[in-house]
């Protein structure tokens, strides 16, 4: 088991770029978050995916933000235009579809706007 | 809907000493409680988990937390500190309706020596 992977762990950019954050989930889960972690305001959530399906994005900040999950092997994560306020680090993490089972973490990307 | 209030954003004990962790929750049905922990330039890993058996839960790393429905808290101890569970401490809830998984601000555990 690998674990959930994230790419790339660090990413510098220019305010205006676009960023894409990328993420595979660990074979057989079928559940899939996108986290934002800040000293500012912690771990929060941004949006999830069920088999697919993002199914609460009411957690993006705004419509710079989106995120797709086109197979159950791969997420991505879009900021376009970046702002220096999207630098934080970014979370994915998976799990199987039950409220119960605890979420597996990948080791994140450390997103810095200039 | 559910929510988590972890009590101290910093605690500070010496290296042999109890660690305390405080959790409180809410939720309007019997919840499902985790804490995770988070060592410097990583992801969150589980420490342990309450979904509805045994009260006492033990972790890794000699950590255990105590589900207390009367006070809705889940506090992580842990009886002798050590340099390396020196970290940030996230509590989190979910349950059996929620798909998702709401975490406290973080705790941040310094050991002195």
């Known amino acids: 088991d690998a674990g959930v992977i994230q790419s790339p762990r660090h990413e510098v950019t220019e305010m205006g770029q676009e960023v894409t954050l990328r993420c595979k989930p660990i074979?057989?889960?079928?559940?899939l978050f996108w986290y934002r972690q800040t000293m500012m305001r912690g771990l929060e959530l941004l949006i999830y995916?069920?088999?697919?399906?993002?199914?609460?994005d009411s957690g993006m900040p705004e419509d710079r933000f989106s995120a797709k999950m086109p197979n159950a092997s791969f997420s991505t994560l879009k900021i376009q235009p970046s702002e220096p306020r999207d630098s934080a680090v970014y979370f994915c993490?998976?799990?199987?579809?039950?409220?119960?089972?605890?979420?597996?973490f990948g080791n994140g990307t450390r997103l810095t706007v200039t | 809907a559910q929510s988590v209030t972890q009590l101290g954003s910093h605690v500070s004990v010496s290296e042999g000493a109890l660690v305390l962790l405080r959790c409180n929750y809410s939720?309007?049905?019997?919840?499902?409680l985790f804490w995770y922990v988070q060592y410097p330039n990583q992801g969150l890993q589980l420490l342990l988990k309450?979904?509805?058996?045994?009260?006492l839960v033990k972790g890794i790393n000699g950590f255990e937390a105590e589900f207390k429905k009367s006070e809705t808290s889940f506090h992580l101890t842990k009886p002798s500190a050590h340099m390396s569970d020196a970290a940030e401490y996230f509590c989190?809830?979910?349950?059996?309706?929620?798909?998702?998984?709401?975490f406290g601000q973080g705790t941040r555990l310094t050991i002195n020596p």
């Open positions: 309450y979904t509805s058996a045994a009260t």
């Open positions: 993490a998976s799990r199987p579809g039950t409220a119960n089972s605890p979420l597996h």
């Open positions: 995916f069920n088999n697919n399906v993002p199914i609460d």
């Open positions: 074979s057989g889960h079928n559940s």
């Open positions: 989190a809830v979910s349950d059996l309706g929620a798909q998702k998984l709401v």
């Open positions: 939720s309007s049905v019997p919840p499902y």
